[in-house]
């Protein structure tokens, strides 16, 4: 806490002190101001402006100082000056002195505790971002919520003071007229404990929550109303449309079909979408065939002479289509429909929120449905770089088609996607150059991982360019040449292939939306709320074309939520969790989070303590010859409550499932200490990073005693 922190709680400290020690609180009593009224009112008819100004002050002390009195002032000030005035004294110096110690409680406390329970108080950040005033006026009304305790955990949050003071003006007031009015009356009054019956409680609280009911009206007359511009069927021949049969496609009418509702499922394209035909099943059959190579060339590390390893390029990239046809099955329209599903090779376009068109070979027909998910995807960006038209260019729809490899192989783009696959070039033989504008590759993990992964794609001879620009394609003397920009230069790198890898646009054109108004976000993704709806309440969203994650197990978390608001929505819908979101990059050091790492929590500004353990110094990735890695964890300060955690090295995403859970459960470092984990396994990196955690929070007092206590016992 700064000096000037620690010097007002010191003045606020002896204030309540004080207060206490001299026993202030018989003053406000309403035995003493029954027994002084008259004496006061005296006082009031001969200063009328001095006693208002008085009551005021003294009005606002107790209430910034949070300390007990503020009812009985109400009585006191009513009975002195009245109904109307009384309730304007009151209003006034209760809301000022709230908002003194909402500022009080802000300049004090807030930096400490949220540092502490930042991640905690965001949600309720977000609540009052979502609700905005309604909130706290709900809050100010209920009397059950003590005055001064709202002032203080206010002062945490980042409500804007300007809003406090007026929702809490507004809030107040009825209270104020209720306690203001008894004062009138303070003569038959003999406690402030029947003040507020039963029924006033009551009456208060539903004020209290008629706004937020008010506004839960408004959303549905909202919803209602976009839904009466078109034509409603009068009765549907499906529950559920998927538009769709990507990994959001699939789970979303797996589940309709499982309970029981009756779906169909639109895929214009192929069964499986990108994952399993363009994206993490290729990807990861070619990983695997370039990882092969590169371990043949690391023969001697283990003892042996060499290993000899002869491949045809074309003869890896058809065991990639291999391994995309041995899945297949899983995602197959047979699969589908013998779980249920009602599958259509088609194109869909929504032609009203209950109408789908689909056209297929045999011509266009439309269903009706009462809900519709769209699970439509994301494809490749391509940047708008004068001359890659005309040199042409791969993505990573196309990359797959390739059969001969190509000598020198631009990749462009440094995130998850262009690093798998560089690295799988290089070793399959190109010369491969990355180039990434930003400062590093792997830009949303921490430098020093990024750093990890750039050192090892070095050493294999991959160039990489962090800070390159690229500008545009030329040919030179029938070469292709990608310029860039770097350091103000313009650099030329001549190449055969360019891979653009440099994100994934969502699929929000040519099947409707625009025609409904279904807006896009300003992430380029369908705009939706909590609950994956889109303006039609009964048209939901999930997957690639969602946002804001493009992963396969985020399109199928995002997937449930979308089905079950989609299906029961009326009942109870419920909001899409994105707490605990883990992901991984399959290169070489793998890469794999969960959670908040340290650049995040920087800049999020959460305090954290963070926990390190190399894995060269695991017996078992010692004995595998696979030291490089590390276990990162970021846990809260003092606390073994993990806020997030990096692994990196061999199966880091295979080993992160363990802090997955953890955090997911509310699991901490004592307990994962406590496990027994099977020796020798890389998952002991995480275990050894436990005891490293408890190495540095282990309580030096108590050691202390018990070194004693030993000293002792040998006499
Ligand atoms: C190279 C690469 C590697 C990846 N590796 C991983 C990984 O290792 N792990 C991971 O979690 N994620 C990975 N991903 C991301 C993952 O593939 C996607 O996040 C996931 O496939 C998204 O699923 P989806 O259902 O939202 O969309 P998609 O799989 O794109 O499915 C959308 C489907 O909708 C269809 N469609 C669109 N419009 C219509 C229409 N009007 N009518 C009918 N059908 C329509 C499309 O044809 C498509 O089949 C990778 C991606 C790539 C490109």
Known sequence: MSRQRLLLAALILALIAAFFAFDLGQYFQLEYFKARQAEIEDFRHANPLLAAGLFFLGYVVVAALSLPGAAIMSLA????????WGTVIVSFA??????????LSRFLFREAVRGRFGDRLRAIDAGLDKEGALYLFALRLVPAFPFFVINLVMGLTRVRTWTFYWVSQIGMLPGTLVYVNAGTQLATLTSIRGLLSPALIGSFVLLGIFPLIAKRAVEALKSRRVLARWPRPSKFDRNLVVIGAGSAGLVASYIAAVVRAKVTLIEKHRMGGDCLNTGCVPSKALIKSARLIAQAK??????????????DFAEVMERVQRVIRTVEPHDSVARYTSLGVECIQGEAQITSPWTVEVRTADGARTLSTRSIVIAAGARPLVPPLPGLAEAGYLTSDTVWDLRTLPPRLVVLGGG??????????????SRVTQVEMLPRILIREDPEISEMVARQFREERIDVRVGYKAVRIVREEGEKVLICEHGGQEVRIPFDELLCAVGRVANTSGYGLEELGIGVSPARTVETNDYLETVYPNILAC????????FTHTASHQAWYATVNALFGGVKRFRADYSVVPWATFTEPEVARVGLNETEAKEKNVAYDVTLYAIEDLDRAIADGERQGMVKVLTVPGRDRILG???VGEHAGDLIAELIVAMKHGIGMNKILGTIHIYPTLAEATKMAAGNWKRAHAPQGMLRWAERFHAWKRG
Do not use: M, N, W
């Open 77 to 84: 000030v009513g009975a002195i000056f009245g109904l109307a």
């Open 94 to 103: 209760s809301s000022v002195g709230a908002t003194l110690a909402f500022l």
């Open 298 to 311: 690391r023969a001697h590390e283990f003892g042996l002479k060499s290993i000899e390893v002869d491949f």
């Open 416 to 429: 998850p996607i262009g690093c798998e696959l560089a690295q799988c070039f290089a070793r399959l033989g």
């Open 543 to 550: 997957g690639d074309v969602a946002g804001p994650y493009q």
């Open 645 to 647: 955690a990096t692994i």
